[in-house]
């Protein structure tokens, strides 16, 4: 006779807990194929419960085909595969939270400081949507991005970057990379996509990872070389002239031109202008945009206000040419938009109410005099040391004075705490890179650990790392 503990206090009713208990008996074997199970009344009273109890249980499990019923017979169970026995090596285990080092002093990461976003802004901005959007905020919003945002980007970039565009050709993603998977979607696997060489290399393994060509475009001193991208076999460029990333090399009128001219020699050819981080230019007017000067509808525009805003605020765009919206919409307007329409209508209050520009210009004060900051410390704690800036970005570049090979230069310094950025990192072949210099991001550094950090690097770098 079957056997059960059925709890009534459990808040499980009886018959789903019988139910359970006889499938998985018969799940694990424990009940053979064809094995006759007890008479509704007999089971209902050796387990003192009702007779319907077990009926309900009785055709479930029927329902489901792990018993039938024979007329006038009674209940016969049905053969089952039985699972193997788990081999807990096969299973990976559950992923928790990666634990992130602490580092004394970090040159690599770029944050902002809780202190420099506008919580009481942003907190006040949230609960105005709420109250206007309340109704918006439960459709979902057009595969490009809502209008009411792509409108508040448009005017924003006629105003401060001197380009016209419309708000149509704006289309929103959840950060940029999910935009690179779009364009290469939009453009054609079959193309070849060239990235700069050195340069940020998520961008290629993105591209990579969605199995497309990638070739690696040397630099010279104006930047991507439009020579060799000519003997190269690509289709599509990807590059930042406004600031590059991790040179800080500004490419100058003529390679841009160059570079429009190489798009316009063959149907097509495209460039991807990345735009990330050009609102934190420190002397001068901002670089005008290839987009803005690209006559022959080549260009397509890339920008994110992760870096103006937080990491955290997952929201980039891209601007297409007119000639490819058609396209676009044909063969992705199917595709539901990545980005929370609450976050949306959030940023579009913040761009039209005129709190970006107001948050902008006061990081750009606060950047600039972390900046100089760090680069006073620099001098202070590396005398040798030789500062390469570009008055522009989150970054920038130190050659240091030393006899160490990057790769030691780097594993010494993580031993005392210091997590260091060389160009070398930068480049697809090292051995092509310039030794010894240093990429400082310095918008995360901690300028209170600065000297002392910069007394351990000096120390290694003088051959004695006992600190």
């Known amino acids: 006779m079957l056997t059960y503990s059925l709890d009534k206090t459990k808040g499980i009713s009886l018959y789903e807990q019988l139910y359970s208990a006889i499938r998985g008996d018969i799940v694990r074997g424990t009940l053979a194929t064809g094995e006759k199970l007890p008479s509704k009344r007999a089971l209902a009273a050796h387990l003192e419960i009702s007779v319907v109890t077990v009926e309900n249980a009785y055709e479930q ?14 209940y016969y169970v049905c053969p089952v595969d039985t699972p193997p026995e788990p081999e807990s090596s096969k299973l990976p285990p559950e992923p928790g939270e990666p634990e992130e080092r602490r580092w004394f002093l970090d040159f690599v990461t770029n944050s902002t400081a809780a202190e420099y976003f506008p919580f009481d802004t942003w907190a006040r901005l949230m609960r105005r949507t709420i109250l206007d959007k309340s109704t918006d905020l439960l459709r979902p919003t057009p595969s490009t991005g809502a209008l009411e945002l792509r409108r508040a980007i448009a005017d924003w970039l006629r105003a401060f970057r001197g380009m016209g565009v419309s708000a149509s050709q704006i289309i929103l993603g959840a950060g940029t990379e999910s935009l690179y998977s779009l364009l290469i979607k939009l453009l054609g696997r079959d193309k070849c996509y060239a990235v700069e060489d050195p340069g ?29 991208l000519r003997r190269s076999d690509a289709d599509v460029v990807h590059i930042s002239p406004s600031h590059h990333y991790p040179t800080g090399i500004v490419m100058p009128i003529g390679r841009r031109q160059e570079l429009l001219r190489w ?6 050819r ?21 987009f803005a000067a690209d006559e022959r509808e080549r260009v397509i525009y890339l920008n994110t206000f992760s870096k103006t805003i937080a990491p955290s605020i997952r929201m980039s765009y891209m601007i297409l040419p007119p000639h490819l919206l058609a396209a676009y919409q044909q063969k992705l307007g199917f595709y539901a938009c990545t980005v929370s329409s609450f976050e949306q209508y959030t940023l579009a209050k913040f761009l039209t109410q005129g709190h970006y520009e107001h948050h902008l210009n006061r990081m750009k004060t606060r950047y600039h005099q ?41 594993s010494r310094a993580a031993e005392q705490g210091i997590r260091l950025a060389l160009l070398s990192d930068y480049y697809s072949d090292p ?30 770098m003088e051959g004695n790392d006992h600190v």
């Open 61 to 74: 499990l029927a329902a489901e085909g792990y018993i039938r019923s024979e007329e006038k017979r009674g």
């Open 200 to 228: 940020y290399g998520k961008i290629a393994k993105i591209y990579e990872s969605d199995d497309v060509t990638v070739r690696r475009i040397a630099l010279d001193e104006a930047g991507l070389s439009a020579e060799a």
């Open 263 to 268: 798009a316009g020699e063959k149907e097509g």
């Open 270 to 290: 495209y460039i991807l202008e990345d735009d990330y981080d050009s609102e934190f230019r420190f002397v001068g007017r901002p670089i005008p945009t290839l």
């Open 370 to 410: 972390k900046r100089d900051a760090v680069i006073a410390a620099i001098r202070a704690g590396l005398p040798r040391a030789e500062i390469m800036e570009q008055d522009a970005g989150l970054h920038f570049l130190v050659r240091l004075d030393t006899h160490l090979a990057d790769d030691e230069l780097q």
């Open 431 to 460: 051995r092509n890179a310039p030794p010894h210099v240093l990429v400082v991001n310095y918008s995360g550094i901690q300028p209170e650990r600065l000297g002392e950090g910069l007394r351990r690097l000096n120390t290694i």
